[in-house]
């Protein structure tokens, strides 16, 4: 059974920093690509950013690009977003997901604040 835990999010100012952490079991990590997205109040879910199985390639969202990082680690089976420079449109509920099965953690939310 798929399942992912996400872990981090929290309360931080403009221009603070956080560091999500899924951690994930069920399946083989290191074979597949691993995604996060993020979903603000009223707003609908959004992809922020991919890393391929190996970690070779990522992709991101516009609005996050020099700002948000997605690494993995395949021997902890678990996929990081360090998102750093954090602005007030960030605030969102972020969600872990692996495209393969489909299957999504349950949240961590990320507020940011002054």
């Known amino acids: 059974q798929v399942q992912l835990v996400e872990s981090g999010g929290g309360l931080v100012q403009p221009g603070g920093s956080l560091r999500l952490s899924c951690a994930a079991s069920?399946?083989?990590?290191?074979?597949?690509?691993m995604n996060w997205y993020r979903q603000a109040p009223g707003k609908e879910r959004e992809l922020v950013a991919g890393?391929?199985?190996?970690?070779?390639?990522?992709s991101y969202v516009d609005s996050v690009k020099g700002r948000f990082t997605i690494s993995r680690d395949n021997v902890k089976n678990t996929v990081y977003l360090q998102m750093n420079s954090l602005k007030l449109e960030d605030t969102a509920v972020y969600y872990c997901?692996?495209?393969?099965?489909?299957?999504w953690g349950q949240g961590t939310q990320v507020t940011v604040s002054s």
């Open positions: 890393i391929t199985s190996a970690g070779d390639s990522t």
């Open positions: 997901y692996v495209p393969r099965f489909g299957s």
């Open positions: 069920g399946f083989i990590f290191s074979w597949h690509t």
